[in-house]
């Protein structure tokens, strides 16, 4: 008997049962939630303004308060960086989470309150050990380590009395001494405080090659790449023979789909799970609280409160928010949170749609401002990760990374407006580039019937997928300052800026059909 990982279960099986409670209280633990955030902000000069005093219902909230974006709160932010207290949130905010929305040049600092890490973020990573354990009664996860697999604190940005980096540092900083002894959590800090990215990879390689890795979390690009390098040291055929006891990936910050089968022939038997998680720099919001289940809970007790916009109105100046209470399964929204860290109404810039609602369980299925839209398709990144991932199994090859933009110069007869052009860079190449090439066209007309639509009224020319370098993807983040963390490729980029960039680095722009 594990003694050790019981303790652990027991430790944290309270949470496990108020997460049940979501399915019959989840609208009152909301308006609950709500009520609390305004209360404690009503004295700040965003409550002030906004009359937070005479807040008593939804309603009222909803008529006070305008939707937001970062635009509207970057002026109160800008100041609270410089110390001013009682700005959007209650008292000083010392720590503040860099987010760049992928990979855009310019960075947002995303406010993180000490209560909103420990009730939020830091929530977020215990509820899933929780639930992961509830779930699995043979675990033996305290008896081997831990990696979570963090950014970095140095920003490298004049940001005064603040300090400002990823969102997954401030959490490596503050997990729970007990709990980081229970769980044997790697890095250490001496580790973590490496300032150069490829030093501490090469250090962190060489710690867990000889560690008896449980649990690894992060974004899927980072944990690939530092283990692979821990393989290549260990001279390990699969990572599965370096951590034999692997037990569970919790990953978020992006799709896992490109990277599921990377990850299954690194863990070839099978028994590796996976637990997506939504953990953004403005807070922890999902879980995926049983890993036989794809969908995420909505973690409603996390000193969030949430909306959405139906994305059939979304942009327009008519647009309305709903509460939960309000939401359909089946529908697309764009996601609004509140927070304890003095975000409201601040537009996540993701789209979610519920598959149910007692309790209320989501999947992410885009950006608002990441489609591609030719001739009315409006391509979105779920679409697009299928069809790969369509594409990949039919012809038996694997990506590494990939994007799309749109090149609305290429015309093939008069009329056509253009096309979709992929830059994919190939863990394993196919075998006929050109037999690939027309099997991911015809999935992403299978995913995308506008797409197919488009292609029929000669509105749209056939995509064309572009061969990337191997590690081009890689050198791109690494000139632009972004490796590690949770910096990932953009899937879908509606502007060439991206794409010209990594066409520009890739030395040539030649077809894979055509090479």
Same mark, same amino acid.
């Given at each position: ?17 108020? &997460? ?40 009222? @909230? ?47 600092? &995303? ?79 001496? +580790? ?15 710690? &867990? ?65 996976? &637990? ?7 807070? @922890? @919001? ?101 069809? +790969? ?18 090149? @609305? ?107």
């Amino acid at each position: 008997m594990d003694i050790l990982t019981s303790l652990v279960r027991l430790f944290l099986h309270h949470r496990v049962r108020a &997460i049940r409670r979501y399915a019959k209280e989840g609208d009152a633990i909301q308006m609950k939630m709500l009520l609390r955030l305004v209360k404690a902000a009503r004295d700040t000069e965003w409550g002030k303004e906004h009359d937070y005093r005479s807040i008593r219902h939804y309603e009222d @909230f909803a008529a006070r308060v305008p939707l937001g974006n970062y635009a509207s709160h970057k002026p109160y932010i800008e100041r609270m960086m410089d110390g001013a207290p009682d700005i959007l949130w209650k008292g000083v905010i010392r720590r503040y989470a860099v987010s760049s929305g992928t990979t855009s040049d310019a960075a947002k600092f &995303i406010p993180v309150s000490q209560r909103n890490l420990r009730r939020s973020h830091m929530q977020g990573g215990h509820d899933v050990t929780a639930t992961y354990l509830d779930r699995n009664r043979n675990s033996h996860v305290a008896r081997g380590y831990s990696l979570i697999l963090s950014g970095s604190l140095d920003s490298g940005k004049d940001t005064g009395p603040s300090k400002v980096g990823d969102i997954s540092a401030h959490m490596a900083g503050s997990i729970h001494p007990l709990l980081r002894k229970m769980l044997h959590i790697l890095p250490p800090a001496e +580790l973590s405080g490496i300032r150069d990215i490829h030093e501490r990879y090469q250090a962190l390689s060489e710690l &867990i090659a000889g560690k008896n890795l449980v649990s690894f979390s992060g974004v899927p690009t980072w944990n690939i790449l530092l283990m692979g390098m821990a393989m290549q040291k260990a001279g390990a055929r699969t990572a599965e023979e370096l951590w034999p006891h692997m037990e569970f990936f919790a990953h978020g910050g992006m799709s896992l789909r490109p990277y599921r089968k990377k990850l299954q022939e690194m863990f070839p038997s099978g028994k590796l799970r996976f &637990i997506e998680t939504y953990n953004a720099s403005e807070g @922890f @919001f999902g879980v995926q609280t049983d890993f036989r289940d794809p969908e995420m809970t909505l973690m409603l007790d996390y000193e969030n409160f949430y909306e959405f916009v139906p994305m059939t109105s979304y942009g327009r100046p008519d647009a309305k928010a709903v509460p939960v209470w309000g939401v359909e399964p089946g529908v697309e929204y764009a996601l609004l949170v509140s927070t304890s860290s003095g975000l409201w109404r601040y537009d996540m810039g993701d789209v979610v749609r519920f598959t149910r609602t007692k309790p209320y369980q989501f999947v992410i299925v885009g950006r608002t401002h990441q489609n591609i839209n030719i001739a009315g398709e409006d391509l979105s990144v779920q679409q697009a990760e299928k069809a +790969l991932e369509k594409a990949c199994r039919q012809s038996g090859a694997a990506v590494r990374e990939f994007t799309v933009a749109p090149d @609305f110069d290429y015309q093939e007869r008069d009329g056509v407006k253009g096309r979709h052009e992929w830059l994919v860079e190939f863990e394993k190449e196919p075998e006929n580039p050109e037999e690939f090439e027309k099997l991911l066209d015809k999935a992403v007309q299978e995913e995308d019937f506008d797409y197919k639509h488009a292609l029929i009224n000669q509105e749209a020319s056939p995509l064309v997928v572009r061969k990337a370098r191997a590690g081009l993807f890689y050198d791109w983040l690494d000139a632009k300052g972004k490796l590690g963390g949770q910096h990932k490729i953009p899937r879908l980029c509606p502007s060439r800026k991206y794409m010209d960039e990594l066409l520009a680095m890739n030395g040539s722009p030649a077809c894979v059909n055509r090479q």
